[in-house]
Structure formats: structure tokens, C-alpha cells
Nanobody, 126 residues
Framework: VQLVESGGGAVQAGGALRLTCAASKYTYTSNCLGWFRQAPGQAREGIATIYTGIGSTTYADSVKGRFTISRDKMNENTLYLQMNDLKVEDAATYYC????????????????????WGQGTQVTVS
């Protein structure tokens, strides 16, 4: 599985961006797709996931109500992260990730449980 992110950039606080992750076709029918971010000197943080089996989503408290994870209705291998009301603390490199099976009630935020990663896209908020 190959994941390629795009859509990062520089915005002012209060602005919006939409990140896109293009994924090659999965072998398994049900997967967990997620977005993580990592700021300099900080650990990689899980911020949103979607379980393709039933479409359920999970969000970190820091982004709940502002960010939305979704899949393209026409191309299910395309993942989005709509980010609204961006804050300075949202600045980071954002990564798309995938693993087989459910996201897990706790493990959804554990980066080491994901076995596929994109190269990252930079988001700057000033």
C-alpha cells in the first residue's frame, strides 16, 4: 500500500485547509485510515481515524469540532482531512496512515500500530 499526501500549505489562524491522501488499492476490505501530525520536537499525534468497514470516525479532543475525516464517495481510496478554524498549535507535518482491521478504541492513536505511512505534508499556521 502506498500513501501520498497533498494539500498542505501556509494559512492564517482561523483559516482552513483540506488535506488529501491518495492510497493504492488495499488487499483487505476493512481498514483503519488515519491522520497523524508531528510538530518539531514532539511525538507523532493521532488526530483522526476512519474505519472503512462501517465508516465510524474518531477524533482527538484537540481537533474535535474543527477537523473532519472522510473518504471520497467516488474513489474510496482517497482520504480527506478538512481542517477549519486552524490555530497556531495545529502547525505540524501531517501524515496519512493505514493498518488492517479496526482502528481500536485505544490503539487508534498509537502510531506504532500502523504499518503504512505517507511522506507527510507541511501545514503552517500564523
Amino acid at each position: 500500500v502506498q500513501l501520498v499526501e497533498s494539500g498542505g500549505g501556509a494559512v492564517q489562524a482561523g483559516g482552513a485547509l483540506r488535506l488529501t491522501c491518495a492510497a493504492s488499492k488495499y488487499t483487505y476490505t476493512s481498514n483503519c485510515l488515519g491522520w497523524f501530525r508531528q510538530a518539531p520536537g514532539q511525538a507523532r499525534e493521532g488526530i483522526a481515524t476512519i474505519y472503512t468497514g462501517i465508516g465510524s470516525t474518531t477524533y482527538a479532543d484537540s481537533v474535535k469540532g474543527r477537523f473532519t475525516i472522510s473518504r471520497d464517495k467516488m474513489n474510496e481510496n482517497t482520504l480527506y482531512l478538512q481542517m477549519n478554524d486552524l490555530k497556531v498549535e495545529d502547525a505540524a507535518t501531517y501524515y496519512c496512515a493505514a493498518k488492517n482491521g479496526p482502528c481500536g478504541s485505544v490503539s487508534w492513536r498509537a502510531a506504532d500500530t500502523y504499518n503504512h505511512w505517507g511522506q507527510g505534508t507541511q501545514v503552517t499556521v500564523s
